[in-house]
């Protein structure tokens, strides 16, 4: 088993940024990719960021953060970033931290993310 905890969420005005983390402990052997998805109100959960886990570091943006968030790794500390910027009131969601074994998903408990002034 694997567990996620992300940490970082919280209220931030229009123009601001934050820093979402997640880590991952347990049985992560054979995790190929971690990344973040989020969830709006009402609306399906949706892929932001994936980030490659072994050799190199492949990442991939969903088009409406393309230039403003970015994803990163520290293999040391099993634990996967997200630095959010220029935030947008439509950012607004919870997001959760997800790992990837083949295609075995692990996801975390969610941290909210919401932008208004």
């Known amino acids: 088993q694997v567990q996620l905890v992300e940490s970082g969420g919280g209220l931030v005005q229009p123009g601001g940024s934050l820093r979402l983390s997640c880590a991952a402990s347990?049985?992560?052997?054979?995790?190929?990719?971690m990344g973040w998805y989020r969830q709006a109100p009402g609306k399906q959960r949706v892929l932001v960021a994936t980030i490659t886990i072994r050799s190199g570091s492949s990442s991939n943006y969903a088009d409406s953060v393309k230039g403003r968030f970015t994803i990163s790794r520290d293999n040391a500390k099993n634990t996967v970033y997200l630095q959010m910027n220029s935030l947008k009131s439509e950012d607004t969601a919870v997001y959760y931290c997800?790992?990837?074994?083949?295609?075995?998903?692990?996801w975390g408990q969610g941290t909210q993310v919401t932008v208004s002034s």
């Open positions: 997800n790992a990837m074994r083949g295609p075995l998903p692990y």
């Open positions: 347990g049985n992560i052997f054979g995790i190929n990719t």
